[in-house]
């Protein structure tokens, strides 16, 4: 990975100064414009400053070592198979690191995919700070080291597709359980739908950020940044 990462990332700022961070981490393969087409639903008002980095480009094993964006790499997809546990938290402390540069007292951490999985863990892991967490359509990775929830620990959303053929439901559900065991606040909806993200499942956590971020309200920004 570049010493430079992220290299390019998509920007969105809120409608106020030092709006609170929204990060949003696309899938593999994908790209920040993927994470900018959920703001239209997401984010209509403008509320939070967005930004959607990049992933590095690196060959992923489950796609015969092709180079590709990639947060870390994947070397299978069944429910126990080895994963990369070294990249996982590499790309976390990264994503840690770079956003502190941001400066932000809320930061709501997000993605699709490989980036719910990432955010999960970056998150859960106190690789980034974050408030709250989004996961549409992701995996809880290296989930038999993950740490009891603290004071203070994000709630999250997840989202899921009842006919998603990539990361089957029984992934979102084998995940719920384990974060339920561990004392994490978890809000697990499912939708018909296959490995996406729909306008229905956007305002689910557009609510939930209104109700476990801002109390019901719009955000408050904070006196400077």
């Known amino acids: ?13 809120g409608r106020r100064a030092a709006a609170p961070l929204l990060v949003l981490l696309h899938g ?21 400053h967005v930004l959607a980095p990049a992933a590095p480009l690196r060959r992923v094993t489950i796609q015969g070592g092709l180079r590709m964006p990639a947060w870390y790499d994947i070397l299978d997809l069944a429910a126990d198979s080895p994963e990369d546990a070294q990249g996982i938290a590499a790309m976390a402390t990264s994503l840690g690191q770079w ?3 941001w ?6 951490l997000g993605g699709f995919s490989q980036g719910a999985a990432l955010s999960l863990h970056a998150a859960l892991h106190a690789r980034v700070p974050a408030t709250a ?13 993950l740490p009891p929830a603290a004071e203070g620990s994000p709630p999250i959303f997840w989202g899921h597709g009842t006919r998603d053929p990539i990361l089957p439901l029984e992934f979102a559900r084998i995940g719920a359980t384990i974060l339920e065991q561990k004392g994490y606040r978890l809000e697990r909806r499912d939708y018909p739908m296959a490995h996406q993200v729909v306008a229905t ?3 689910d956590a557009r609510t939930f950020l209104r109700r476990q971020v801002m109390g019901g309200s719009r955000p408050e920004v904070p006196s400077s940044a």
């Open 1 to 13: 990975m570049s010493p430079q990462w992220p290299e390019t990332f998509w920007e969105r700022p």
């Open 28 to 48: 593999l393969g994908a790209g920040p414009e993927d994470m900018a087409g959920l703001l239209p639903v997401l984010d209509p008002e403008e509320d939070w």
């Open 99 to 101: 956003l502190a540069n």
């Open 103 to 108: 400066r932000r007292s809320t930061v709501i």
């Open 133 to 145: 967490v989004l996961a549409f359509s992701g995996y809880l990775p290296l989930r038999h080291e």
């Open 201 to 203: 499942e956007l305002e």
